[in-house]
């Protein structure tokens, strides 16, 4: 299958250093309510997360952005899944947004650190029942020798557990990724795109563009 004909024209922004300012976090929240404010985006905060395992191969899966922090974001998985593992072993990870309608990317380098206990128990608790159950019962990136098996072992615990407060399993929580670098990318006219570099290095921002 061919995909030659389909390209898309960008033409709907433009993106300058002067416009980010001196905070390109402040400028992804701009970015980022943009993304929340337009019909045609579903889920605003789902990212492409990419992480390495110890051979250097990298892998990529979407998550849901939870919190925007000044400096971080957080996320939340099962410690003990692939990526959870991964991270373990290398925190080093990339978090991208891309946004159709707006015609808009971000890509996000950093650090990760477990979130707080506390900060996990919070965000469970928030959780509807039924989420709360799925995140106790699935052995994210296990494999599974039927769905089967996977919905009875659900439905078992949701009849034993009914109108009980669950509480939070160890290997369940937050990641912090702790912000170094930050893309913004805006589709330009003939492929001329808009792209500006961000790193943090000694506390200050330095912004540079990239060509596209
Ligand atoms: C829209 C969307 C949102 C998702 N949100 C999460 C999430 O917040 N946390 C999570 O662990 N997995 C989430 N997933 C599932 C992951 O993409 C992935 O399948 C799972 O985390 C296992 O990944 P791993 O085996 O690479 O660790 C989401 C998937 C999609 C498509």
Redesign the pocket.
Known sequence: MKLFNHRKFYDKDSLSVDEIGDNPISFFIKWFNDAEKSDQII?SN?MTVSTVDINNHP?S????LKEIKDKSLI????YN????KEIENNPNICASFYWPPLERQVIIKGIVKKTSEHYSDIYFKSRPFQSQVGAIVSN??QIISSYDELKNRYDKFLKENENSSLKRPKHWGGFELFIQEIEFWQGRESRLHNRVICNLIDDKWSLKLLSP
Not at 75 to 78: C, L, P, R, S, Y
Not at 81 to 84: D, E, I, L
């Open positions: 889920e789902a892998s899966r979407v998550v849901l996320f939340f998985t099962n899944s692939k990526k959870g994210q990136s």
